[in-house]
């Protein structure tokens, strides 16, 4: 799909790249590969791009603020 492969590259290329985080360096992408809970985890905690994010600690918090 060439609308994710975009995705991927756009992640990979900023400095809060959820692939990076939890891989690491890698230059070999396996989409079929099986991930650990602490994998999918580290992958969920922080969402954003190098300018700007949010972690799910500080997305709680918000919430909890709303209600």
Known sequence: DPAALRAVLADAENNF????????????FRPD?????????AVLWYFGDQKEGISAQ???RQSDNLQ
């Open 17 to 28: 790249s959820n692939i990076r985080r939890v891989f690491g360096y890698t230059r070999l």
């Open 33 to 41: 590969k099986t991930v650990s809970r602490a994998e999918a985890a």
């Open 58 to 60: 500080m997305a709680l």
